[in-house]
């Protein structure tokens, strides 16, 4: 039996913003073909930790360890992060004047995947066929940006990818399309674990996990993960009785 | 022409020229025929559009130092003479337009070009009703150190006519220095139409004064690109232009590259003297250092609706480079409608990391935003402007300006 091994590792990591601590003293570990979601109140570090795997300047890591399939990747720029095979899926994006949706995506697949039936199937699957011309999020509602965003992680495949509320501000029908497109990119309806993709996906209300099956679940609290388990259970207990049942329990776990 | 319209705009002042540096037909031709052509020439001729082989155009004019190797029309309806030819054989030419757009009293650019023996350059005329399918191009190519080209070109598009017109402006590739002064004279009779595309790849230290005059008739279009490639030592250009008829219409883009020990002073003045006359101003910059004007001016004097658009990219600091933006407007009508806007600004890091977490290195990244700043807003670039632009975006993405 193949050994099970972390797609991604985080060891005792502190991350600073502006100045001021976001990450403290965070440890998380997401085996491969696993998908994990990411619970927490707004303001709890959810998309500063994203970030900071991810790479971005902003977000310094003052101590810890970040690992990629046993890499120490800590040190490593954004570029070389999504070449190895990371990717993510921002919340708010930015908008960039000229530079139209077909520019990246012609950038990260070859110019014969470009013309082939399977690139356009994707596109479609996307509903993103109106959007190739336009400037990247530029006008783009909520929904059509998650698309555009989650668009980009399918073509660019990578081994583990992060999302950031992919449910938020999306209507039910459009949720519906989104979890479709999640789990392409996941590959969940592959039945070898080994085909599967990792991954981490912030939700704040869970709607998306009517969609996607989660593999584990954690409550991010004040820059700490909180509490882990199953998705299902952590999330009736947050619909029942509120973050704020997580907090007392965290103050008790502490004490 | 009546004078009344062939007035210009007072504010413009003319900076001053450096003349000293060269002197003008110190060379003999050492290529004298398109065969003699040296395929290293060939290729500093293609990298400004201008093709001596093997590309289908309707004409093809190249000026190669002083000296005229070809200027030959291959389409009906297009004529294509070298300018002091033309002079011979149409009387009428000095009369009604060689000068006429452009003061021969102008400036000392000009006054030079006027004193000159022989005048360099070439004479376009597009017949009545002739549509020219192909591209006419034409190159003013400088092959040795520290010449001055001083040339003078007349285009006329007579009623219903159209031309695209290429003109490519370049040093060979090790040649740093020299002078190139042009006069242009443009007129667009009615309905008729050109598309004028001009790259210049001059070498770092060539000064380059174009003197500009366009009048476009009633229906008549004019549209001009202009892209800078490589940095001049001093560009300082200021064209005009005159929509003298109902409904005549100008646009103008104007894309340059800015880098450390260059002055390039760009503006643009158009007067719209006729009711529907329309037109647009659009300057894109993007300065890796050296100093960077962009200007430009709308006149209205009848019904009129024009806007101008200056955005600059200032991509070093602390080098002394700066992009100045001075967009204007004038009425003298209460129909005119004219507007305009000014920005610059520097490539945001969120936007560059952005495109790095889809796998970009930082300077693919950074190629890509200047190539779509440069790019945007502007629908349907030629696959040769586009590729300019990404050279330029290559260029500025390096730092290497």
């Not at chain 1, 994707?122 to 509903?127: G, T």
């Not at chain 2, 300077?363 to 200047?370: C, D, T, W």
């Amino acid at each position: 039996m193949k050994k099970n091994t972390n797609s991604l590792e985080i060891r005792e990591l502190c991350v600073q913003v502006d100045g001021k601590e976001i990450l403290r003293n965070l440890n998380l570990a997401i085996p491969e073909g696993e998908v994990h979601a990411l619970l927490g109140l707004n303001g709890s570090g959810k998309t500063s930790l994203m970030m900071v795997i991810m790479g971005f300047a902003r977000y310094k890591v003052t101590s810890g360890q970040i690992f990629f399939e046993g890499k120490d990747i800590t040190g490593l720029d954004i570029t070389e992060r999504a070449k190895l095979g990371i990717g993510i899926a921002e919340q708010r994006p930015p908008t960039i004047q000229g530079v139209k949706l077909k520019h990246i995506l012609y950038y990260i697949v070859d110019k014969k995947f470009q013309q082939s039936d399977e690139f356009a199937l994707m596109v479609k699957a996307a509903a993103m066929e109106k959007f190739l011309d336009r400037d990247i999020n530029e006008g783009l509602s909520g929904g059509e940006i998650k698309r555009a965003e989650l668009l980009q992680l399918l073509a660019m495949q990578p081994k583990f990818s992060m999302m950031d509320e992919p449910d938020s501000g999306v209507d039910l029908e459009s949720l519906k399309l989104v979890g479709n497109l999640i789990n392409m990119i996941f590959s969940r309806d592959s039945c070898r674990r080994i085909n599967k993709k990792a991954g981490l996906m912030i939700t704040h209300n869970g709607s998306i996990l009517n969609y996607i099956q989660a593999d584990k679940a954690h409550v991010m609290l004040e820059g700490q993960i909180g509490c882990s388990g199953n998705p299902h259970v952590i999330l009736d207990t947050i619909n029942k009785c509120g973050y704020e049942a997580c907090a007392r329990c965290m103050r008790r776990v502490a004490r | 022409m009546k004078s009344s319209n062939m007035e210009r705009n007072k504010s413009e002042k003319i900076p001053d020229m450096d003349f000293c540096r060269t002197e003008y037909g110190m060379y003999a031709p050492e290529v004298t025929s398109m065969a003699q052509i040296k395929q290293s020439d060939a290729d500093s001729l293609a990298g400004v559009g201008v093709h001596v082989r093997g590309h289908e155009r309707s004409g093809t004019m190249i000026l190669r130092n002083t000296y005229t190797l070809c200027a030959q029309s291959e389409s009906k309806g297009l004529e294509l003479l070298p300018i002091a030819a033309a002079l011979k054989k149409y009387e009428w030419l000095g009369d009604k337009y060689y000068f006429k757009a452009v003061p021969a009293e102008l400036d000392e650019a000009t006054k030079r070009c006027a004193g000159q023996k022989e005048p360099h350059g070439y004479f376009i005329r597009v017949q009545k009703g002739a549509r020219v399918t192909l591209p006419c191009q034409a190159a003013f190519y400088m092959a040795s150190e520290n010449i001055t080209q001083m040339v003078h070109n007349v285009v006329i598009l007579e009623d219903d006519s159209e031309l695209q017109l290429i003109t490519g402006c370049v040093t060979q590739h090790d040649i740093k220095s020299g002078l190139h002064t042009a006069v242009e004279e443009q007129y667009i009779g009615k309905n008729a139409r050109l598309t004028s595309t001009m790259v210049h790849g001059w070498g770092s230290d060539v000064v380059v004064y174009p003197r500009a005059g366009t009048i476009v008739e009633a229906g008549g279009r004019y549209e001009s690109n202009y892209i800078s490639l490589r940095p001049a030592g001093q560009i300082i250009s200021n064209p005009q232009t005159w929509l003298n008829g109902k409904g005549a219409s100008a646009k103008y883009l104007t894309i340059i590259l800015g880098s450390p020990g260059s002055t390039i002073d760009i503006g643009g003045d158009v007067y719209l003297n006729a009711d529907g006359a329309t037109a647009e101003l659009a300057h894109r910059g993007v300065c890796t250092g050296g100093k960077m004007h962009q200007k430009g001016m709308l006149i209205g004097n009848a019904s009129c609706k024009a806007h101008v658009d200056c955005a600059g990219m200032l991509l070093n600091e602390g080098k002394g480079g700066f992009i100045e933006s001075i967009p204007g407007i004038k009425a003298h009508h209460p129909d005119a409608r004219l507007s305009h806007e000014a920005s610059i600004g520097k490539i945001a890091p969120e936007q560059v990391e952005y495109l790095q977490s889809r796998g970009m290195e930082e300077r693919e990244a950074i190629s890509m935003l200047i190539r779509g700043f440069l790019g945007s807003d502007i629908e349907g670039l030629g696959t040769e402007l586009d590729a300019r632009i990404a050279e330029i975006a290559e260029l500025a993405g390096h730092g290497e300006g």
